[in-house]
């Protein structure tokens, strides 16, 4: 029993600096998460003031005037797909494939937010709990110095897995409300095309 408890032991405290490195390495990617949603807050505040209330808004008798003064800017999902459906709306059939494609897309652009919700917490309790071994050890021992700097590894551990976590979630809950407005304009403007008396004929 005592073999079997000690490579537990090993294994446990082997894995310490995979998982600090891998907090390291997922605290550095939320970082640069948040320069990117800074970015995409900017372009979908741009969207909302000036495209998504001309969408709305849209019916089959003004869509030519829309669609000849349409162009869409680099870098915008949601203008590509807008763009997509427009040139491919009388084909019913290729709209609905842009509509798959465009939640595939959304979807992977959400998907970096949410490992982030999940692996924050995850890493941070494993960086909690591998520590406290060697921790209880030095208490036993009486090495109190050793017991203070793997109290100091588990707390330390604990906060940057729960600002990980913070930071993907509130941009996974933004993202995926982003995606889900431009799914519903973009499916609106599908309906739109698809009774407009040009597309008809």
């Known amino acids: 029993m005592n073999v079997i408890s000690n490579i537990l032991y090993w294994i446990s405290t082997g894995l310490l600096v995979p998982v600090i490195v891998l907090l390291i390495f997922f605290f550095l990617r939320s970082l640069i998460l948040i320069g990117g949603?800074?970015?995409?807050?900017?372009?979908?505040?741009?969207?909302?003031?000036?495209?998504?209330?001309?969408?709305?808004?849209?019916t089959p008798e003004n869509l030519p005037a829309f669609e000849a003064e349409f162009k869409p800017a680099p870098g915008s999902l949601f203008e590509s797909y807008a763009g997509k459906i427009l040139s491919d709306g009388c084909d019913g059939s290729r709209a609905e494939l842009a509509l798959s494609e465009y939640e595939?897309?959304?979807?992977?652009?959400?998907?970096?937010?949410?490992?982030?919700?999940?692996?924050?917490?995850?890493?941070?309790?494993?960086?909690?709990?591998?520590?406290?071994?060697?921790a209880l050890v030095g208490l036993s021992t009486g090495d109190i110095a050793s017991m203070a700097y793997n109290m100091q590894v588990a707390f330390a551990t604990t906060v940057v897995g729960l600002v990980v976590s913070a930071i993907g979630f509130l941009t996974q809950q933004i993202k995926e409300r982003w995606a889900v407005k431009s799914l519903s304009l973009l499916e609106y403007l599908a309906d739109v095309v698809k009774q407009s008396d040009c597309r008809k004929s």
């Open 104 to 134: 595939l897309a959304a979807d992977k652009n959400i998907a970096t937010s949410r490992i982030l919700t999940k692996m924050g917490p995850i890493l941070g309790l494993m960086g909690t709990l591998i520590p406290m071994g060697p």
């Open 37 to 58: 949603f800074f970015g995409q807050y900017l372009q979908e505040k741009k969207l909302s003031r000036e495209l998504y209330g001309r969408i709305s808004g849209l």
